[in-house]
T-cell receptor
């Protein structure tokens, strides 16, 4: 099946720093999704991307659909404590309606 | 809307026992997904239903796992007999087929520990 590779696996940053993470696929996607999971909860959709080259923002979060359609990027500007969590990329896979998820990037913010 | 409701939130059981996880999807959603989350393997799709019918169960690890959706408002995931390697967080998600962003809403998960 399709595989999504996320990097980095984890990030330890200071509050106020910018964050960058990425996701690559073994095959071409026509949709990229970014989710955030907070402790004890299920993932929640942050941003959806539908077109190669597309750049979409949600507050301090910005995501881009890579030109090759095999990668996507998520940036968080001026991180704050509530940004802590696991960030997942996801794309179509696992059947007509199923999503395949990357293994996630753990974001830890040090005071 | 109360969202996707999963029960129990936590389950600790002994190896060999039967475990049943429950999920109530969002009213009006017609697709339901069961995922398993572990540190090693991340989020894995186990099975999904569309209009209460199982569409793809290729992710179910082995015959010890079974899932049912008897009606649009209820689904179960059963493990019998349970083994320590089944310890994980199990998520249920629901969506409306054809949503452009796939429209997943996840429940809060069931943390299963098999000792």
């Amino acid at each position: 099946g399709q595989q999504l590779n996320q990097s980095p696996q984890s990030m330890f940053i200071q509050e106020g720093e910018d964050v960058s993470m990425n996701c690559t696929s073994s095959s071409i996607f026509n949709t990229w999704l970014w989710y955030k999971q907070e402790p004890g909860e299920g993932p929640v959709l942050l941003i959806a991307l539908y077109k190669a080259g597309e750049l979409t923002s949600n507050g301090r979060l910005t995501a881009q659909f890579g030109i090759t359609r095999k990668d996507s990027f998520l940036n968080i500007s001026a991180s704050i404590p509530s940004d802590v969590g696991i960030y997942f990329c996801a794309g179509p896979g696992g059947g007509a309606d199923g999503l395949t998820f990357g293994k996630g990037t753990h974001l830890i913010i040090q005071p | 809307d109360a969202g996707v409701i999963q029960s129990p939130r936590h389950e600790v059981t002994e190896m060999g026992q039967e475990v049943t996880l429950r999920c109530k999807p969002i009213s009006g959603h017609n697709s339901l997904f069961w995922y398993r989350q572990t540190m090693m393997r991340g989020l894995e799709l186990l099975i999904y239903f569309n209009n209460n019918v199982p569409i793809d169960d290729s992710g179910m690890p082995e015959d010890r796992f079974s899932a049912k959706m008897p009606n649009a408002s209820f689904s179960t995931l059963k493990i019998q007999p349970s083994e320590p390697r089944d310890s994980a967080v199990y998520f249920c998600a629901s969506s409306f087929t054809g949503a452009r962003d796939y429209g997943y809403t996840f429940g809060s998960g069931t943390r299963l520990t098999v000792v």
